[in-house]
């Protein structure tokens, strides 16, 4: 089946750097999505990416639709306390099973304060 | 307020008892998902529902039902089948066409004693 590749895993960083992870796939995707998850709660949708190529920015966050369709990253700049949590992508095909999203494994986010 | 809801937050149960999940949503969706979470896991789909009275299962749908009577709500039994209840269990839902993103709950933690 497909898989996503996220990565990193994990990361350690300290308050006001830029943050960068990315997703990679084997197989082609017509919507990316990235999502933040905080302890013990539902994931958050953040962005929604429909075109490849596509740039998209929601404040701080920025995140892209890679041109082959295999891939998206998601940008944070100047990070802070409050960015800590999970950030998930996924990737969404509307052809065969529609609606069905595919998960990357999650990229765990700490900010040294 | 527009969202979806999952009750309870917390759940516990003694092995051997089947037990019921429940989700609303309000946002007038017509697909709805549910989806297991284990501790530094990503997602994994149990079951899926894209209208009423309608249900696939997913990538880990054994020991697990669901029904879909109406268009709000799609409750998740886990049965006594499943040998690992104890989880996380998300609720999404999200609408037709091409940029259908999956909005979801606040989750339910089930412990099986």
């Known amino acids: 089946g497909q898989q996503l590749n996220q990565s990193p895993q994990s990361m350690f960083i300290q308050e006001g750097e830029d943050v960068s992870m990315n997703c990679t796939s084997s197989s082609i995707f017509n919507t990316w999505l990235w999502y933040k998850q905080d302890p013990g709660e539902g994931p958050v949708l953040l962005i929604a990416?429909?075109?490849?190529?596509e740039l998209t920015s929601n404040g701080r966050l920025t995140a892209q639709f890679g041109i082959t369709r295999k891939d998206s990253f998601l940008n944070i700049s100047a990070s802070i306390p409050s960015d800590v949590g999970i950030y998930f992508c996924a990737g969404l095909n509307y052809g065969g099973s529609q609606g069905n999203l595919i998960f990357g494994k999650g990229t765990k986010l700490s900010v040294k304060p | 307020d527009g969202g979806i809801t999952q009750s309870p937050k917390y759940l516990f149960r003694k092995e051997g008892q089947n037990v019921t999940l429940s989700c609303e949503q309000n946002?007038?969706?017509?697909?709805m998902y549910w989806y297991r979470q284990d501790p530094g896991q990503g997602l994994r789909l149990i079951y899926y529902s894209q209208i009423v009275n309608d249900f696939q299962k997913g990538d880990i749908a054994e020991g697990y039902s669901v029904s879909r009577e109406k268009k709000e709500s799609f409750p998740l039994t886990v049965t006594s089948a499943q040998k690992n209840p104890t989880a996380f269990y998300l609720c999404?839902?999200?609408?037709?066409?091409?940029?259908?993103?999956?909005?979801f709950g606040p989750g339910t933690r089930l412990t099986v004693l």
């Open positions: 946002l007038n969706h017509d697909a």
């Open positions: 990416l429909y075109k490849a190529g």
């Open positions: 999404a839902s999200s609408g037709r066409g091409a940029y259908n993103e999956q909005f």
